[in-house]
């Protein structure tokens, strides 16, 4: 797997779909107070997106740095990238050096905000709807089932997986209409680990990242 099976992974438009729903969404279906805390998690970001994202349209459309930097702080804190990369990689993941650990979930997070802060750009209205949540007192990792009603649109089911990590709820995956983003990315990953190595991994999505950076900044210059 090269650079270009890379793109063509981080282009999906389920996964780009994704993350819109994960953060874009305005939750109107339940009133907040009914919501249980990995729901108004969801709700929480949600508002904060939609505020930001109503208020500088034409910034999300000229200022590249913005939108990332719009992802960087109101995506990152709110999900569990370690966790995520240590799902993607399975067992890559125990057979590799800490340090191998630490260069992946870097590079494996930068790769995500810079793919999914685009759709930002295509930011929509919504509503979701809660499934009623199936958890038990003391739950540290749940599924938060919702449906997604778009104007035009049928119903999008749209899964949460959430954990407790340092006393707060945060994502590790998301599932749409039974797609997983780590599914998605495990077998791809996987691939070309068989093929070049932890380290060949790592270098490859530094290499689209770093390629990224300079794409846009090349933009910003014309």
């Not at 890379?6 to 874009?24: A, D, E, K, P």
């Not at 949600?46 to 500088?56: G, V």
């Not at 979701?128 to 003391?138: E, F, K, Q, V």
Request: contains cysteine; hydrophobic residues 40%.
């Amino acid at each position: 797997m090269g650079i270009s099976a890379l793109i063509s992974i981080t282009r999906n438009r389920h996964l780009m779909l994704m993350l819109m729903l994960l953060l874009v969404c305005l939750p109107l279906a339940v009133p907040a107070e009914e919501l249980a805390g990995p729901q108004q998690v969801v709700q929480r970001i949600s508002d904060q997106l939609q505020q930001i994202l109503m208020n500088n349209q034409q910034r999300l459309q000229e200022d590249p740095a913005f939108v990332y930097q719009l992802a960087n702080d109101v995506l990152v804190p709110h999900v569990d990238f370690v966790h995520v990369s240590s799902l993607v990689l399975g067992k890559h993941w125990r057979r590799a050096t800490d340090e191998q650990k630490q260069a992946f979930s870097q590079q494996f997070q930068r790769l995500l905000v810079r793919t999914y802060s685009t759709a930002f750009k295509e930011f929509q209205g919504w509503e979701i709807s809660y499934t009623p949540l199936r958890m038990n007192a003391g739950d540290s990792d749940v599924a938060v089932h919702t449906l997604i009603n778009r104007t035009g649109a049928p119903p999008v089911a749209v899964v949460y997986r959430m954990h407790i990590q340092d006393g707060d709820w945060k994502a590790y995956d998301v599932k749409i209409e039974g797609i997983s983003l780590v599914t998605n990315y495990r077998t791809s990953f996987a691939r070309e680990v068989r093929r070049s190595g932890m380290r060949g991994l790592i270098e490859r999505i530094t290499e689209l990242n770093d390629s990224r950076v300079k794409q846009v900044a090349e933009n910003s210059s014309t």
